[in-house]
């Protein structure tokens, strides 16, 4: 009997994470999303019988003596990629299929939870709707781009054409409740009362560097270290970061380590100013040591790119590191962090993100730790996955059970 099969009620979850061992071999295909999963899914076991699909862009290989923990070992694995519409309706017939043969073999989920909104699983979840005893559907939101967007006539015409495509807009009513990363997107639901809950995401404390861990910095010398690690995209807001970092004579460098396409201009850029560095990929144990040898981590996320229906799941691992924050202040990150960290405001990028910059460089990096070390403590205490996987299951598990969406945002609310 697997773990989590006499946890009570049944759930069936559809996502994305690889199975175990296999994201080491891909590591720059979605390791964000990939560790909030496995981390995410291990606890809930706890919770529920829980059954799984993932969604993969490759074909997996099988890894001998991967840790369990590395990844989820789903029942059912589908495929997407090139030609996309021929592997989604082969991916939405086999998921179709699978789920028949559970349901009669007497395995009938109570609740589906399906991380965001993609073709296959929206299809899938369009089709179980016209079935009889429908699960309750609960949908995973990490992040839309789109959500709350006006899109312009000919872009909505050309996305409606598109096969097995349909906008968030549209597919939102199907779901009985979400789970947002984002605080910002509360609103959004509410007024379409549908129950929401907030769950920024969490941590596992045991990948924490703590204090007696010092000896992987370099000591209190030298100008101030800001580093940056995670996704390099434009939603990621590297390049003004960097921009606005370099624009100013400050007593600091700036390091980096991430992945994606502009790899090869930060390695450029790296060459021709010495207080920019570029370290490249690094593995997530690495990248928390790495956040442990700066004096402050940034996470600069502009307001655009849909940043305000998500939450920048990096700043779990800025906050292990030990080390103090400066973020942009979108998704409820307030919330989180607390008061020791340091926001600016994305919708006055530059002059906030550079003012603060020289408001930290004149303080004493005796503080800078201080503020690290508390901004660690307030999260490996409110934000394990032991608990926000508990509020999450207490979440669902009153979404069966209440017979209505007003029913259920009232006992929220008490």
């Known amino acids: 009997m697997r773990a989590g099969e ?82 989604r309706f082969r991916s939405l017939a086999r998921l179709k299929a699978e789920y028949l043969r559970w349901r009669a073999a007497g395995w009938q989920p109570e609740t589906i939870l399906v991380y965001n909104l ?113 996704a390099l995209g434009a939603h990621s807001g590297i390049k003004p970061l960097i921009s606005a970092f370099l624009s100013q004579d400050l007593p600091a460098t700036l390091e980096l380590c991430g992945y994606g396409k502009s ?48 939450f920048a799941s990096k700043l779990f691992d800025y906050a292990l590191s030990g080390r103090a924050i400066l973020t942009s202040s979108l998704s409820g990150v307030e919330g989180v962090l607390g008061s020791e960290a340091f926001y600016f405001d994305p919708r006055q990028f530059n002059e906030s993100l550079q003012e603060r910059l020289a408001e930290i460089v004149s303080m004493p990096r005796a503080e800078l730790h201080r503020r690290g070390e508390a901004i660690q403590q307030r999260i490996v205490s409110e934000f394990t996955w032991e608990k926000q996987a508990g509020r999450l299951a207490e979440f669902i598990k009153a979404v069966h059970v209440k017979e209505s969406a007003v029913e259920l945002t009232e006992a929220l609310a008490a």
């Not at 369009?126 to 009889?132: C, K, N, S, V």
């Not at 201009?265 to 040591?289: H, M, N, V, W």
Request: overall charge positive.
């Open 6 to 87: 006499n946890a009570g009620s049944r759930l069936l979850y559809l996502g994305f994470a690889f199975p175990p061992g296999v994201q080491g071999l891909y590591p720059e295909r979605n390791p964000a999303g990939h560790a909030l999963e496995t981390q995410m899914i291990s606890e809930l076991r706890r919770h529920f019988q829980i059954r799984s699909a993932g969604v993969l862009p490759i074909i997996p290989p099988v890894v001998q003596d991967a840790q369990p923990d590395s990844g989820i070992a789903h029942e059912v694995l589908l495929l997407e990629k090139p030609p996309e519409l021929f592997h």
């Open 118 to 230: 993609s073709p296959i699983y929206n299809q899938f979840l369009l089709w179980l709707r016209r079935q009889p005893d429908c699960p309750k559907l609960v949908l995973l939101l990490l992040d839309s781009a789109n959500l709350g967007q006006h899109l312009p006539r000919l872009k909505r015409l050309r996305r409606g054409l598109k096969p097995m495509c349909i906008p968030d807009s549209e597919m939102i009513p199907h779901f009985d409740a979400c789970v947002g990363l984002s605080r910002d997107t509360e609103h959004y639901f509410r007024r379409r009362q549908i129950p929401f809950l907030w769950m920024p995401g969490a941590c596992t404390p045991s990948r924490a560097l703590r204090p007696c861990q010092r000896g992987l910095s370099n000591g209190d010398n030298g100008p101030i270290r800001f580093g940056y690690f995670g």
């Open 263 to 310: 790899s090869a201009e930060l390695t450029s850029l790296a060459r021709q100013d010495a207080r920019l560095k570029f370290l490249g990929l690094l593995t997530p144990s690495e990248c928390i040591e790495f956040g442990h040898r700066c004096d402050v981590l940034v996470n600069p996320r502009p307001a655009s790119h849909g940043n305000e229906n998500n």
